[in-house]
Nanobody
Framework: QVQLVESGGGLVQAGGSLRLSCAAS????????MGWFRQAPGKEREFVAY????????YYADSVKGRFAISRDNAKNTVYLQMNSLKPEDTAVYYC????????????????WGQGTQVTVSS
């Protein structure tokens, strides 16, 4: 069992930065690949970034590539999403999720989810 709690969301102006954190409970955190997803009002949940259990492999949605960076600290049971050059279209609730199935952009293939943190980017 893994419980996930996101933090770090907020209101930021376009061009600004935020760092999201996802703290995990459970001794098996380091065996899970971790993903970040986001969901804007009226839209489906979409993949943002993924990091493998070791941290050696990362993947990004095209819309955030070059602006966002995912990382993890297994000693702290935490995964991060550094978001730079934020745009109004990045406004959404951001979720972290855990999966043992390897890299996937499909939400229902993730076993555990956090409650989400709101990110609002003003123009």
């Amino acid at each position: 069992q893994v419980q996930l709690v996101e933090s770090g969301g907020g209101l930021v102006q376009a061009g600004g930065s935020l760092r999201l954190s996802c703290a995990a409970s459970g001794r098996t955190f380091s065996s899970y690949g971790m993903g970040w997803f986001r969901q804007a009002p009226g839209k489906e949940r979409e993949f943002v970034a993924y990091i493998s259990w070791s941290g050696d492999n990362t993947y990004y949605a095209d819309s955030v590539k070059g602006r966002f960076a995912i990382s993890r600290d297994n000693a702290k049971n935490t995964v991060y999403l550094q978001m730079n050059s934020l745009k109004p279209e990045d406004t959404a609730v951001y979720y972290c999720a855990a999966s043992k199935l390897g890299f996937t952009t499909t939400p229902h293939l993730y076993h555990y989810w956090g409650q989400g943190t709101q990110v609002t980017v003003s123009s």
